[in-house]
């Protein structure tokens, strides 16, 4: 069964950084895209930035500059490094990867629990 086990969250004052880890683990034929997206308090969930296995990597405008994504493909692994952390960015990040089970079979859509960064002073 596919697992996404995401890390990283805590507290931190504006312009502080921290760095969220998202592992997928299971038996997985192969890992389409991963993308990290947040989920503020009374607010809509949004994308916030995705790495496909090709094409181009897309940040959300509030975040360009700031965060950066990358992939470990080896080791199942997409990362989100946050610099410059801002109170805005206060919201619960969800990790959200498309892969296939099987070579026959289509994408399909898992999510990480969701780990909560506060930016406060």
């Known amino acids: 069964q596919v697992q996404l086990v995401e890390s990283g969250g805590g507290s931190v004052q504006p312009g502080g950084s921290l760095r969220l880890s998202c592992v997928a683990s299971?038996?997985?034929?192969?890992?389409?895209?991963m993308a990290w997206y947040r989920q503020a308090p009374g607010k809509q969930r949004e994308l916030v930035a995705s790495?496909?296995?090709?094409?181009?990597?897309h940040y959300a405008d509030s975040v360009k500059g700031r965060f950066t994504i990358s992939r470990d493909n080896a080791r199942n692994t997409v990362y989100l490094q946050m610099n410059s952390l801002k109170p805005e960015d206060t919201a619960v990040y969800y990790c959200?990867?498309?892969?296939?089970?099987?070579?026959?079979?289509?994408?399909?859509?898992?999510w990480g629990q969701g780990t909560q960064v506060t930016v406060s002073s």
């Open positions: 959200n990867a498309a892969l296939r089970l099987l070579e026959v079979s289509p994408p399909r859509a898992y």
């Open positions: 299971g038996r997985i034929f192969s890992i389409n895209s």
């Open positions: 790495i496909p296995s090709g094409g181009s990597i």
